[in-house]
Nanobody, 115 residues
Framework: GHFVESGGGLVQPGGSLRLACVAS????????MRWYRQAPEKERELVAA????????DYADFVKGRFTVSRDNDKNTLYLQMNSLKPEDTAVYYC?????????WGQGTQVTVSP
């Protein structure tokens, strides 16, 4: 299995970004998919999750109301729409499946929120 994350960049506080994660090498549709992030010198943390059908979502408290997770099973792609970005959202963002996450994480996509 393999993940390729994209869509990160430098954005001002209050701005928006849309991340994408393309999965390959395993059957995408049956799995819950999750977004994670890791800031410098911090542990990786769970940001958002979405069920296999794209119906049920769940968010960490620190992104509720600002981020929206979605998926396109026909394209094996997971998305994260991030609005009202804050400097504390600065991190490398990763995706993985659940359960049985792949040991080989993607390279992630860097999100930097700064004036």
């Amino acid at each position: 299995g393999h993940f390729v994350e994209s869509g990160g960049g430098l954005v001002q506080p209050g701005g928006s970004l849309r991340l994408a994660c393309v999965a390959s090498g395993f059957p995408f549709t049956p799995f819950i998919m999750r977004w994670y992030r890791q800031a410098p010198e911090k542990e990786r943390e769970l940001v958002a999750a979405i069920d296999s059908r794209g119906v049920t979502t769940d968010y960490a408290d620190f992104v509720k109301g600002r981020f929206t997770v979605s998926r396109d099973n026909d394209k094996n792609t997971l998305y994260l729409q991030m609005n009202s970005l804050k400097p504390e959202d600065t991190a490398v963002y990763y995706c993985n499946r659940h359960p049985v996450p792949l040991d080989s994480w993607g390279q992630g996509t860097q999100v930097t929120v700064s004036p």
